[in-house]
Structure formats: C-alpha cells, structure tokens
C-alpha cells in the first residue's frame, strides 16, 4: 500500500490566482499514476501528479500525455469519466464514506460521496463551482502522436459537505487516484495504488492507499 505525504504551503491562499497555483505545483513532487489495470492492448498514457494543501484547500495538478484528448462533456456532474479524464477519490479519517472527484481534459467537474460504487449521491452544483480549475493543451501532437496536457485544480475543504473541515494540518485519510478513459477509441484505466480486482472498478476502497498532511 502506497502512502501520499502532503505538504503545507504557507504562500498560497484562497485570493492566489489559479495561473499561480500551476506554476507553485509545477516545481513540486511528482508521483506516477502508472498502475495499468484491465487492459487487452496494454496501452498506457504517461501520467503523474503534483499535491499539497494551504489552510483551505487542496492543491492538485495532473500532468498527462496521451492519444487521445476528447473533452465533449461541459457541465457539472455529466459523465466525465467517458472523456478523457483524471480522478481522486478521498476518505478522511477512518471513514467509510469517500468523496470521488472526477475531471475531464477541461476541468469539467463530477463528485459524488458514499460507502461504494452503487450507492453515491452526487454534490450539489453550487458546491462543485467552488472548484479552481485550469487546463492547458500542447497546441499538436508530437512525433509519436501523443498530446501533452495539464490540469490544476484548488479544492477548498468547503466542497466536503459532508465533513467539518476547519484544518487539515497532521490529518489522515485513505486515497486513490486515476487516469481514464471508458469511451476513448482505446479504453484505458490506470491507478496510483495498486487495485486487485479481476473487472474494472476504481470504487474499491480498500485498495486506496494511505495519506497525510504534514
């Protein structure tokens, strides 16, 4: 079982420009999403993360390269995993209800909150506005077809609805994190802890590592 240490940064508040946010998570401690799960073609984007949370949010960054950039969902809560797309699931504490938080190339949001796959309720759309966002596309491919692309996210601890959240500093939880595709010409499904499971499921989470925030 993987463990995600997340530090604290001082120099960015609710006010930092998202544009800041990106270039701060730039220079910052990446780790590989590079599980590849349920796959026949053995195709596998390159993908990794950036973290690190302030006194009111959570800092994150993906970095992708990739075949295929589709992005046909723009509204909060539309079935982004069909696109191409990141994801991070989060547990805080001990509990047994995790937040899944779902993002398209563009940012386009989905986040839902339960025990397991079957059983989610998805968040309200003024809670999910509350997310920064920022994406950036290389402008073509490169010479073996593949396109770079990154998305920064801040996620104020207000979006947990479901939790009181006033700190994160010395807090524990479990967490996984991914990269999809379900309607992409090649399918793919990638995982940042390791999931034991012979269909495709990322709502396992048992399988989710564990984190803490310095």
């Known amino acids: 079982m993987k463990y995600l240490r997340v530090p604290f940064v001082s120099t960015i508040a609710a006010g930092t420009a998202i544009t800041d946010v990106s270039l701060f998570l730039n220079e910052a401690t990446r780790h590989s999403i590079n599980n590849l799960l349920w796959s026949n073609s053995g195709y596998k984007p390159n993908v990794s993360f950036a973290i690190a949370y302030t006194t009111d949010s959570i800092l994150l960054k993906y970095f992708v390269t990739e075949k295929y950039i589709t992005s046909g969902y723009h509204e909060i809560n539309d079935p982004v995993f069909e696109d191409t797309c990141v994801e991070f699931f989060i547990a805080f504490g001990d509990e047994r209800n995790y937040y899944n938080l779902e993002f398209n190339r563009i940012g386009t949001p989905l986040v839902g909150y339960g025990p397991g796959k079957n059983n989610r309720t998805l968040l309200e759309k003024p809670s999910i506005s509350q997310i920064k966002s920022l994406s950036k596309t290389a402008s073509q491919a490169d010479a073996e077809g593949d396109t770079e692309w990154e998305l920064t996210l ?19 939880g479990r967490v996984n994190l991914f990269k999809c595709g379900d309607n992409l010409p090649d399918p793919h499904f990638l995982s940042w802890n390791y999931i034991d499971n012979p269909q495709p499921n990322f709502h396992l989470p048992e399988f989710f590592g564990k984190i803490q925030f310095l």
């Open 154 to 172: 801040s996620i104020p601890f207000s979006l947990f609805v479901h939790n009181n959240i006033k700190s994160l500093t010395g807090g524990i």
